[in-house]
């Protein structure tokens, strides 16, 4: 069986979980992966077949969403020539991450697909959502990487077609310890903005993992680390806290630790405002921003006990056969698309 991967590279989850998922896929057949996107800080180590710009989200030094960036990075006429040249008519499978220029050419040149990953999960109204939804973050929740079928990944199995985190090898197997430091990742502050609200807390030591320095560097409390994935698992599983964003990847390995968790979603980022509702239902602690308040909340946050208990209910193998399974029974139950002949 030929396999299309496509992984959304606009954000470190996205390859992060694709490096877990591809030993399991290549159990099935071969697998050509597609990155899209430019702004991830992690490396993806395995053969990249097709690359493209994508469509990026990028931030402000504040935590927001930057919306004049994100469109005039935007350019139609490339994405419409990649969408035709991307040979999706040439594979038995098509594995979608929230990805929109495969969704485009499946749908252009009418090939089925799965959309497979964590904003799959929100075709479900089930998953936990603010009382004020977002009109356009619903929307482009629904119908960025339209697919012929969705699996969603989540925090909990909040419906029929939604499992649980793909959570990493080497934090399945870790033993967690207290080092006694916090871990902070929050990719959408710049250091300067975080180092104002984490140095008046002479109390604790911060590992923050930083885009913008190229080694560690270290200030009173704070020690400023560049992304490394190896580095970054061993902060996490040796920290007494971590600070983060209210994507999905990390907190649900946070989770998985018994780490204390704290997160901040992106503004202007409806997934993560309905992240941290799902959180927040579970128990973390959220907040919106960092301001003048931070130092108060830390201190209650980490000074509470931590009552939360996570465990996944599925592996990464029983994902990938749950995710096989529900494509071999698409094509039996929707013979109009046009499916190739399958290796099962």
Not at 141 to 161: E, P, R
Not at 181 to 188: A, D, E, F, R
Not at 202 to 221: A, I, M, R
């Amino acid at each position: 069986m030929k396999i299309f991967y496509a992984v959304q590279a606009t954000g470190n989850g996205h390859i992060s979980r694709a490096m877990e998922i591809l030993p399991h896929l290549k159990q099935y057949g071969q697998v050509d992966l597609f990155l899209s996107g430019a702004n991830s800080t992690l490396q993806i180590d395995a053969p990249v077949k097709y690359r493209s710009k994508g469509v990026c989200f990028f931030y402000n030094s504040s935590g927001s969403l930057h919306y004049w960036q994100t469109v005039k990075k935007f350019a139609p006429a490339r994405v419409l020539r990649e969408v035709i040249d991307l040979p999706v008519q040439n594979y038995d499978l098509v594995i979608n991450d929230f990805e929109c220029i495969t969704s485009l050419a499946c749908s252009f040149k009418k090939i089925p697909s799965v959309n497979f990953g964590h904003q799959a999960s929100f075709q479900s109204d089930k998953i936990p959502r603010p009382k004020n939804k977002s009109i356009i973050g619903e929307f482009v929740l629904h119908n960025y990487a339209k697919a012929s079928q969705y699996i969603g990944l989540h925090f909990k199995s909040y419906d029929d077609f939604i499992l649980s985190p793909v959570i990493k090898k080497n934090i399945l197997s870790a033993e967690p310890h207290n080092s006694g430091h916090i871990t902070v990742y929050l990719p959408s502050f710049n250091d300067h903005v975080i180092s104002k609200y984490l140095s008046p807390i002479k109390d604790f030591q911060f590992e923050v993992f930083s885009k913008e320095v190229k080694q560690p560097v270290k200030e009173n409390n704070i020690l400023f680390v560049p992304v490394d994935k190896n580095k970054f698992n061993e902060s996490l599983i040796g920290c007494h806290g971590i600070i983060t964003n209210s994507g999905f990847e990390t907190p649900a390995e946070a989770l998985y630790l018994r780490k204390k968790l704290l997160v901040i979603p992106i503004k202007g980022q409806y997934e993560q405002v309905c992240n941290a509702v799902a959180l927040e239902e579970m128990g973390v602690k959220r907040i919106n921003s960092l301001d003048e308040n931070f130092a108060a909340i830390f201190s209650n946050w980490i000074n509470n006990e931590n009552k939360i208990n996570f465990t996944p209910d599925h592996s990464t193998e029983e994902i990938i056969s749950f995710l096989m399974q529900r494509c071999k029974l698409q094509k039996e139950f929707a013979p109009e698309m046009q499916y190739p002949e399958l290796a099962w």
